[in-house]
């Protein structure tokens, strides 16, 4: 099936919706922008990858009033790949209550289902370095 603009317009608001709920508290939303077997790559964090969305959901829940209080995402870029994937590249900024700002890269894996585009592999990458430790 063809990648169209409609395609990547619905896959630029998925990626910006995980703010939104995650933000709002509204966890048990996940299930809207990732597939129930996701895979939610947080090895960079020193964790283990959560697998499914209910372990999204409790992860967020565990980490409880250390959660950012804004979570922001910019810089979509998509790549169709084979079948009903696209890759998607993206970069978050995570707003703590105390002020300060992380930086991560989002790599997703977005496929097709029948309830529409989700979300099946993310990848978290932290930014601790400037120019990607190639100074």
């Known amino acids: ?12 608001e998925l990626i910006s919706m995980h703010g939104h ?7 048990d939303r996940l299930e809207e922008l990732f597939t129930p077997d996701v895979v939610y790559d947080v090895t960079d ?25 804004g979570h922001h995402v910019t810089n979509i870029v998509l790549t169709e790949a084979a079948g009903d994937r696209v890759h998607a590249r993206s970069k978050g900024l995570g707003v703590n209550a105390d002020g300060t700002v992380g930086s991560v890269t989002y790599e997703d894996t977005v496929v097709r289902t029948p309830h529409g585009w989700r979300i099946s592999h993310r990848t978290v990458r932290a930014h601790r370095t400037p120019l990607g430790g190639r100074l």
């Open 21 to 27: 709920l995650c933000d709002s508290g509204e966890l």
């Open 45 to 69: 964090f020193g964790q283990e990858p959560l697998l499914g969305v209910a372990a999204c959901a409790a992860a967020a829940r565990a980490v409880g009033e250390l959660n950012p209080v």
């Open 1 to 12: 099936m063809a990648f169209t603009a409609d395609d990547r317009t619905e896959i630029t």
